[in-house]
């Protein structure tokens, strides 16, 4: 009973711990991030929870980047954006996948579109200032 109660808390904490977050985190991320909390915790039980959560409509993967699956706890379609520098996954603001959006689409085509996924790249904001200093910095060093 004791063991099952335990399980079913770390389970309610690998769910909390991905709806808590923005990062679209990878199951090492969120073993790290429960590691304090939960030290007998392992991140295969991380991983398999996380699936559990995407087949149970809790969760959805956002693939595979840089080798390591992403997650992400909202399921409300939503594009995403992979920074091809630094592998940040970001949600992209606009609702073109909305359910709304698939109704159109559904009515137009007369398929019935249920679900849609997308993943634009490039690079990030943060990568891009990046780019920006290191040319500036590059100036005067040559
Ligand atoms: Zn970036
Ligand atoms: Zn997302």
């Not at 392992?42 to 996380?50: A, D, K, P, Q, W």
């Not at 606009?94 to 679900?115: A, M, N, V």
């Amino acid at each position: 009973m004791a063991r099952r109660e335990n399980f079913s808390q770390k389970r309610v904490a690998i769910l909390n711990a991905l709806r808590g977050t923005t990062v679209h985190p990878t199951a090492e991320w969120v073993y790290t991030a429960l590691q304090p909390q939960y030290p007998d915790l392992s991140l295969g039980t991380v991983y398999r929870n996380l699936k559990r959560f995407c087949a149970e409509g809790r969760a959805v993967s956002v693939g595979v980047i840089n080798g390591q699956e992403h997650f992400d706890g909202t399921v409300v379609p939503h594009a995403h954006f992979v920074c091809t520098k630094c592998g940040a996954v970001l949600d992209v603001q606009k609702d073109f996948f909305g359910p709304e959006k698939l109704r159109q689409l559904s009515q137009h085509t007369g398929q019935r579109i249920e679900s849609a996924s997308v993943t634009f790249q490039g690079v990030c904001e943060s990568c891009q200032k990046h780019e920006l200093g290191e040319t500036q910095a590059g100036i005067p060093a040559q």
